[in-house]
């Protein structure tokens, strides 16, 4: 057995821990990057769409953020087992799904607490009872694998438990989101395509972000559904999402367009 000196150990230790550090740094700089552009993307829009941005607008983007991002993760699993140009995504997968949870929970805490004008507690307790709900048992469920989102709890639970557990969390979770802003935004979605937006907004003929992260779930909940049926399956899948999706988002502006006045 080779003894390796006191001191070499404990270098070798901290020359560990120093690569583990840059190592993070990396690992959620790039995740955080990604969030940070999806962020201002979409925040630009809706300040372009309202003609105003305030804390009721930024809720909305640290939603949608927090679920694109959930989408993302779900996604890169089948996209590497499909195709091999998502490979290199694979290891973000957890801090995107951290820094989702982050967003969701801050949009949860929001909604809340500080939107009391808009979203009164009574609403939730009566006509956004169901949507309620299903957004407090998403973000609960995240909250259970935020905290099992370490080497200890995966030691401690067993590699494979613990990597199910992640798995069906993070589905479960974009489950119950699915539920959460379908129940709650679909009359408004129907609406939209009938009349337009509301005419106190800057840019009716626009969208909400919530109907353009709506078809983007659909199209995850699409791939998912197909890949668990074959894996020739989910490929098609993957080929017809990446035409239709982006055709749909064009069908939807220019659908718009009448509305404008
Ligand atoms: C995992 C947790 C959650 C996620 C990812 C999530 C996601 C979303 C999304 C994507 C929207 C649509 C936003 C839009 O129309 O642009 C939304 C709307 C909303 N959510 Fe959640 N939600 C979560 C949990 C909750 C919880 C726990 C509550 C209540 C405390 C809540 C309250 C609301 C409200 C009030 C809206 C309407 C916002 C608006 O129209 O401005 N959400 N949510």
Redesign the pocket.
């Known amino acids: 057995m080779k003894i390796i000196p006191r001191e070499s150990a404990t270098a070798l230790n901290s020359q560990e821990q120093k690569i583990n550090w840059k190592y993070q740094f990396q690992q959620y700089g790039m995740a955080f990057t990604a969030a940070a552009i999806l962020f201002v993307v979409l925040s630009l829009y809706l300040f372009y769409r309202r003609g105003y941005y305030d804390l009721?607008i930024a809720?909305?983007v640290f939603?949608?953020v927090?679920?694109v991002l959930?989408g993302v993760v779900i996604l890169i699993g089948p996209g590497s087992r499909l195709f091999s140009f998502p490979d290199r995504y694979v290891q973000y997968r957890k801090e995107l799904g951290i820094i989702a949870f982050l967003l969701?929970?801050t949009?949860?805490i929001v909604?809340?607490f500080f939107?009391q004008d808009?979203?009164p507690v009574q609403k939730?307790l009566s006509t956004?009872w169901w949507?309620?709900v299903f957004?407090?048992i998403?973000?609960a469920v995240?909250i259970a694998i935020f905290f099992i989102s370490n080497d200890w709890a995966m030691m401690t639970l067993g590699r494979e438990r613990w990597w199910r557990l992640q798995y069906w969390g993070v589905r479960l979770?974009f489950a119950?989101?699915l539920f959460?802003?379908f129940i709650?935004?679909w009359s408004g979605w129907v609406k939209w395509y009938q009349v337009g937006g509301s005419k106190e907004l800057a840019h009716p003929e626009w969208p909400?972000?919530?109907l353009l992260?709506g078809w983007f779930m659909v199209f995850v909940f699409f791939i998912r559904l197909a890949e668990f049926v074959s894996p020739r399956l989910g490929r098609v899948a993957c080929y017809i999402s990446a035409v239709v999706l982006p055709f749909i988002y064009i069908a939807t502006f220019w659908w718009g367009r009448q509305f404008i006045e």
Do not use: E
């Open positions: 009721y809720n909305k939603a949608g927090a679920t959930l969701a929970l949009h949860s909604s809340f939107l808009k979203f939730f956004d949507p309620f957004g407090l998403a973000t995240l979770a119950f989101i959460h802003v709650m935004k909400g972000a919530g992260v």
